[in-house]
C-alpha cells in the first residue's frame, strides 16, 4: 500500500486537485490518500505556509500530489524539494491535437537538476552591488545527467541533449558539459549531444523536434521548460515531476490562477497529466498511458473546459475523461 500526501494548496488547486483525485479514487488502486494544508490559506490559519505538521506526515508518505501554491510558493513547494531531497525535475512536453500550438508531433522531456545552480538563493548586496553564488557540483551533475540517461533507455529515446554556457561560464557550466560526456560513455545506445542554452532557445521555437530528453542545470531548466510548454500549447497542459532517492513530489507547472478560482473552469488537464506521472513512477505505465488517452480523446472531441474551447466545466471534463477510461 503507497501512502499519498494529497495537498491541493490555492486557487485553482482545489478544484484541479478534486478533478484528478475523482479519476484516481474510481481506479483499484493500492494507495492509501491523506488530505493535508500548505499555502496562502494555511499561513492565515496555521501562522506557516507549511504548517510543521503537514511537514511532519509528508515524510512518512510515498509521494505528494501538489495542486498548485499561491505567493507561499517558494516556501511551500521549494521547501517541500529541498526538505524531501527531489534532485530531479521532469517536465514533459506534448503537444496534443486539438490544442493550437507552434509546432505539432512534439514530445520531448526537460530534467532538470532540482537541488543547486543559483537557486540555493546564496545572494549579498554590499554598498549597492549585488552577488549571487552559482553552486554546481561534480557529484549532483553527475546524479542528474545519469537519471536523464536512464529515463532515456526506460522510455525507449535515442537522445540526449546537454544544455549549458559553457564558453562564458567556463568553471561551473564547464564542470557540467564535461560529466555529461563522462556518463554518456555508460550509455552506448544513446545519442549524445549539446548545446548552448541561448542557441537551444531557438532551436526549440524554430525545430523543436530536434530534442527528445534534455538535461540541463536548475535555473536554465526552469527556463527552457516553460519554453518549451509554450511551443506545444501552454501551462494547461505541462505535468511535472520532483523526484528523489526517497520520495517523490508531484505537481502541475500552473500556478493557483487566483483570477478563474472558484468558477469552476480551471483546465484539469496538468493536474490529471501529473497524476500520470505519479502512476508511472509506480509502476502503472500502462494505466497512466491509458488515462493519457483519455486526455487526448477529450480535448480531440471538445470535450474541454474554455480555455482549450469547449463549454465544460472543470469536473465535467473530469468526468468526460473518467468516462473514456472506464470500459
Same mark, same amino acid.
Given at each position: ?6 495537498? +491541493? ?7 484541479? !486537485? ?6 484516481? /479514487? ?34 512518512? @508518505?510515498?509521494?505528494? *500530489? ?10 511551500? #513547494?521549494?521547501?517541500?524539494?529541498? %526538505? ?31 537541488? %543547486? @545552480? ?19 557540483? %561534480?557529484?549532483?551533475?553527475?546524479? #542528474? ?7 532515456? /533507455? ?14 562564458? !561560464?567556463?568553471?561551473? @557550466?564547464? *564542470? &557540467?558539459?564535461?560529466? &555529461? ?8 545506445? $544513446?545519442?549524445?549531444? =549539446? ?6 532557445? !531557438? ?6 523536434? !530536434? &530534442? ?13 521548460? =516553460? ?11 505541462? +505535468? ?10 508531484? /505537481? ?7 483570477? #478563474? ?10 493536474? $490529471?497529466?501529473?497524476? @500520470? ?8 505505465? %500502462?494505466?497512466? =498511458? =491509458?488515462?493519457?488517452?483519455?486526455? /487526448?480523446?477529450? $480535448? ?28
Amino acid at each position: 500500500m503507497k501512502k499519498i500526501a494529497v495537498i +491541493p494548496g490555492d486557487g485553482i488547486g482545489k478544484e484541479v !486537485m478534486d478533478a484528478a483525485m475523482l479519476i484516481l /479514487e474510481n481506479l483499484d488502486l493500492p494507495f492509501h490518500y491523506i488530505w493535508l494544508e500548505a499555502g496562502d490559506e494555511a499561513q492565515k490559519k496555521h501562522g506557516k505556509p507549511l504548517p510543521d505538521e503537514t511537514l511532519e506526515e509528508v515524510k512518512e @508518505c510515498d509521494a505528494v *500530489l501538489f495542486g498548485a501554491a499561491g505567493e507561499s510558493a517558494a516556501d511551500v #513547494i521549494v521547501r517541500l524539494r529541498q %526538505e524531501l531531497n527531489t534532485f530531479a525535475n521532469i517536465r514533459p512536453a506534448r503537444a496534443f491535437r486539438g490544442v493550437p500550438s507552434i509546432h505539432s508531433d512534439v514530445n520531448m522531456v526537460i530534467v532538470r537538476e532540482n537541488t %543547486e @545552480c543559483l537557486y540555493r538563493g546564496i545572494e549579498f548586496e554590499i554598498d549597492g552591488v549585488a552577488e549571487a553564488v552559482r553552486i554546481i557540483t %561534480e557529484k549532483a551533475s553527475e546524479r #542528474i545527467v545519469r537519471y536523464a540517461f536512464e529515463l532515456a /533507455e526506460n522510455e525507449g529515446r535515442k537522445k540526449v541533449t546537454a544544455l549549458h554556457k559553457a564558453n562564458v !561560464m567556463r568553471k561551473t @557550466c564547464g *564542470l &557540467f558539459k564535461r560529466v &555529461f560526456y563522462e556518463v554518456a560513455r555508460d550509455f552506448d545506445d $544513446i545519442q549524445a549531444d =549539446d548545446y548552448y542554452i541561448d542557441a537551444a532557445c !531557438m532551436y526549440m521555437a524554430m525545430k523543436p523536434r !530536434m &530534442f527528445d530528453v534534455i538535461v540541463t542545470t536548475n535555473m536554465f531548466g526552469d527556463i527552457i521548460s =516553460d519554453l518549451a510548454a509554450g511551443v506545444v500549447g501552454g501551462l494547461g497542459l505541462a +505535468p511535472s515531476a520532483n523526484v528523489g532517492e526517497r520520495y517523490a513530489l508531484f /505537481e502541475p507547472v500552473h500556478g493557483a490562477a487566483f483570477d #478563474i478560482a472558484g468558477m469552476g473552469i480551471a483546465n484539469p488537464s496538468a493536474m $490529471i497529466l501529473t497524476a @500520470c506521472m505519479m502512476l508511472r513512477h509506480f509502476g502503472y505505465v %500502462e494505466l497512466a =498511458d =491509458d488515462i493519457e488517452k483519455a486526455v /487526448e480523446m477529450a $480535448i480531440e472531441n471538445g470535450k474541454t473546459t474554455p480555455d482549450l474551447g469547449g463549454n465544460l466545466k472543470t469536473m465535467e471534463m473530469a468526468q468526460t475523461i473518467l468516462s473514456y477510461i472506464q470500459p
